[in-house]
């Protein structure tokens, strides 16, 4: 009997094509094996079913027999083929072939991406600089400031004073271009902040000095990029009638200040968790901006071809998060959508730089041996419950589905490697001073 003929191809290093050639007897099995399945389905006047002649269901069914053969044909050598070669297809296969013909030996070719193959190099020795950020008395007074301004009161001025930079003014304003009238430069019982940016520019500044009841005339060019065509360039003339100004009450540094949270006893231990919060998040980012610096290394010194379709993919997940966001943000669906897709090119360089270096540290794991056991998950679990104040259990059965699992698994790898190049790397601690401490 003849034997399956398969001949592999490297069309790049990560492409691949697969030319097998099926003996026609293997394909003979499979066309009369559909030709039954066939038969049993089909329904023609005159004829029981299950009981039509081939040569009749030849006649009429041919190319729906030939395309079924087909189709488990390729399916079948295809698969097996990548199994019994230990090759890992990451891509659909392009499929070629030019059908069935009697007593012949079918042929297709198969061509898809496969991971490159490559010897990792420079990631022991590494020079590296780990930056150190002191907390500074000023940094924890920055962080409290912020929090003060999230439990600010918003109080009417009651004296008869001037509008001032920080305020919140309600105002109606009218606008004119050329002494025409738009729907689009009206509203009433607007509520801005003066030094927010949120107004086109020059207009908020020009309401500092200005009083309740006061009406000011305010003249704005709009910048010439301006998304609505009409107004960009050009100067508008607002009309605007003060008809409330307000500010911000912010509550004292003192205890009545902690009276917003349940778990400190006094102002002097929400200073000092303040305090600890900070140095948390200096640590947290100061080991993102390492594991940055050893990632643009390792990049720079190995120069490996990437394959398109993960590229690809993860130009995929960077625009659904855009859309993600944009929509937690309150804009439409449809506008998040148009926006994250006109995205898809300029995602493409830190697409390719995130799959280089999931591939990179991919190799590195597999070069030194380090693996991922069950412990190691464990611990990772319950860490992270505690870092979140979840509960362990609950947590662990989030990860019990097979893709979530997986992916947890490669990011404890992909831990795992960036301590392994720590450690054998040259580290010297940076202080980093006037840091610009935003802490959530």
């Known amino acids: 009997m ?25 394909v003979k099995n499979e066309l009369d094996a559909a030709y039954h399945d066939v038969g049993k389905k089909a329904r023609l006047k005159g ?27 390729v399916n079948k050598y295809y698969w097996q083929t990548l199994e019994e070669k230990g090759i890992v297809a990451l891509s659909r296969p392009e499929i070629n072939q ?22 990792p190099k420079n990631y022991k020795g590494l020079d590296l600089e780990k930056e150190e950020v002191r907390i500074t008395d000023d940094d924890v007074q920055k962080r409290i400031d912020e929090i003060r301004h999230m439990f600010a009161t918003m109080e009417e001025v009651k004296e008869d004073r001037a509008a001032v930079m920080g305020d919140f003014v309600v105002i109606d304003f009218e606008g004119t271009l050329n002494g025409e009238a738009y729907k689009e430069l009206k509203a009433e019982n607007y509520f801005l902040e003066i030094g ?26 709009f910048p010439a990029d301006y998304h609505e065509s009409k107004f960009a360039g050009q100067e508008v003339v607002f009309n605007v009638t003060v008809k409330n100004i307000r500010e911000k009450k912010l ?37 993102v901006d390492l594991q940055n610096s050893i990632t643009e290394k390792l990049i720079k010194d190995n120069d490996f071809e990437v394959p398109p379709s993960l ?40 697409a390719e730089k995130i799959v280089k270096s999931f591939l990179l540290l991919k190799k590195i794991a597999q070069k030194e041996s380090l693996t991922v056991e069950e412990p190691d998950i464990e611990k990772y679990l319950q860490d992270l419950a505690v870092q979140h104040k979840r509960d362990y259990e609950s947590l662990k059965k989030m990860y019990e589905e097979e893709e979530r699992r997986d992916n947890l698994k490669m990011e404890i790898m992909q831990k795992k490697v960036f301590d392994f190049i720590e450690q054998n790397a040259n580290i010297k601690t940076v202080e980093k001073k006037d840091a610009d401490m935003e802490v959530k």
């Open 2 to 26: 003849s034997q399956v003929v398969v001949k592999i191809e490297e069309l790049s290093p990560v492409k691949k094509k697969m030319s097998l050639e099926i003996p026609w007897d293997e």
């Open 98 to 119: 030019e059908g069935i013909k009697e007593n012949t030996n079918f042929s297709f070719t198969a061509s898809f991406e496969i991971e490159p193959e490559f010897e």
């Open 196 to 221: 927010s940016g949120k107004f086109v520019p020059g207009f908020e500044e020009q309401l500092i000095g200005i009083k309740k009841e006061d009406k000011k005339e305010i003249r704005v060019t």
């Open 311 to 350: 590229v690809e993919r993860q130009i995929y997940y960077m625009m659904a998060d855009t859309q993600r966001r944009m929509m937690s943000a309150g804009i439409d669906e449809e506008q998040a959508m148009e926006f994250s897709m006109k995205m898809h090119d300029k995602f493409k360089d830190d």
């Open 251 to 287: 509550p004292e540094n003192d205890d009545n200040l902690i009276k917003n949270f349940e778990r400190y006893n006094n102002f002097e231990d929400f200073k000092n968790d303040v305090r600890t919060s900070l140095e948390e998040k200096n640590q947290q980012t100061g080991k």
């Open 47 to 73: 004829f029981r079913p299950g009981k039509i002649p081939r040569k009749v269901l030849e006649t009429y069914f041919k190319d729906q027999a030939e395309g079924e053969t087909t189709t488990n044909i």
